[in-house]
């Protein structure tokens, strides 16, 4: 079946180093991709998505880009901010008429000043 | 705009006690979830209902039930709670089945079985 995995955790950055997050998927098909981002104690937001390959999702300043030869959706950010420390999830919906995501095991990501 | 609201927030419950946990989203999605999410675990599917009327297992449906009352709300049913189900559990919601939109998520209720 369809799979999402992510790098383990937890990741320890100092304020404006380079991140990055990395994804492998497995899915039949062309799924769409997502980063979603959860700030303690909330549920889920979506952070960026890509629906086809090639597609570069981008938002605050994270990028991820649909790599369909490497089934890889890596999340990546230049200069990380203290406020930036949450727990990241990379998921997947198999496309079609199937849209049910499927989640990664989730990266907890620390930023200290 | 709400977006989607879970109730109750916390709970904690005695074995074989049962409860309901509510899910209402004002975004006139017709999909809805719920996940629970553990440790190391991620977020693994319990049941989804793709529009109002239908309702699928998804990954860990064992121990649980649930109604699409109608298009708003989505409940959780546990009828003997276990230790095993202390978990966070969210709803969420999205557009129909073949519109790659975002799933919305609630706060999430924190759930304690003892």
């Known amino acids: 079946g369809d799979s999402v995995t992510q790098m383990e955790g937890p990741v320890t950055l100092s304020e404006e180093a380079f991140l990055t997050i990395n994804c492998t998927y497995t899915?039949?098909?062309?799924?769409?991709l997502f980063w979603y981002v959860q700030y303690p104690g909330e549920g889920l937001q979506l952070l960026l998505k890509?629906?086809?390959?090639?597609d570069k999702g981008s938002n605050k300043g994270f990028e991820a880009t649909y790599r369909k030869e490497t089934t890889s959706f890596h999340l990546e950010k230049g200069s990380v901010q203290v406020s930036d420390s949450a727990v990241y999830f990379c998921?997947?919906?198999?496309?079609?008429?199937?849209?049910?995501?499927?989640f990664g095991k989730g990266t907890l990501l620390t930023v200290n000043p | 705009n709400a977006g989607v609201t879970q109730t109750p927030k916390f709970q904690v419950l005695k074995t074989g006690q049962s409860m309901t946990l509510q899910c209402a989203q004002d975004m006139n999605h017709n999909s809805m979830y719920w996940y629970r999410q553990d440790p190391g675990m991620g977020l693994r599917l319990i049941y989804y209902s793709a529009s109002e009327g239908t309702t699928d297992k998804g990954e860990v449906p064992n121990g649980y039930n649930v109604s699409r009352l109608n298009k708003r709300e989505f409940s959780l049913r546990l009828e003997s709670a276990a230790p095993s189900q202390t978990s966070v559990y969210f709803c969420?919601?999205?557009?129909?089945?073949?519109?790659?939109?975002?799933?919305?998520f609630g706060q999430g209720t924190r759930l304690t079985v003892v």
């Open positions: 998921a997947l919906t198999p496309g079609g008429s199937n849209y049910k995501l499927t």
């Open positions: 890509a629906t086809k390959a090639d």
């Open positions: 969420a919601s999205s557009e129909a089945a073949g519109v790659v939109t975002e799933a919305f």
């Open positions: 899915a039949t098909g062309y799924p769409s």
